[in-house]
């Protein structure tokens, strides 16, 4: 049985670079497509807005993770699209394995082996 889930889920705090990263190990893409790919891939939980995304995506092309340069989108309108750096790619891996020992540590914490009994 499903329970009923949110309408949306906020991020926590970094999660937003991590879930760019993943998305454009892919391949390069315009930041539109970035936020409906991470709208589409969580079913609809996550949607980033515009005020999220662009601030996220120059933070990552400052730090030399991401590049990005103006070319055509599927539309035929200019459009900067993103693609990851040699180095982020390094650095996409160490993320992920940090984002998978937090949630491994949430998880423990809200459910615990040894339950506390009631």
Do not use: C
Not at 34 to 41: G, L, N, S
Not at 47 to 73: D, F, M, N
């Amino acid at each position: 049985m499903r329970r009923d889930l949110p309408s949306r889920v906020e991020l926590l705090q970094g999660t937003l670079d991590l879930l760019i990263l993943r998305t454009l190990l892919a391949g390069p893409t315009h930041g539109h497509a970035i936020a409906k790919h991470i709208q589409r891939t969580s079913e609809d939980l996550l949607q980033v807005e515009t005020g999220s995304l662009y601030p996220a995506l120059h933070r990552l092309e400052a730090k030399g993770w991401i590049a990005a340069s103006w070319e055509l989108s599927e539309k035929w309108k200019r459009a900067r699209f993103y693609r990851l750096t040699p180095l982020e790619r390094k650095q996409l891996a160490a993320e992920r394995s940090k984002w998978e020992a937090f949630s491994r540590a949430v998880g423990l914490i809200l459910n615990p082996v040894d339950q506390e009994a009631q």
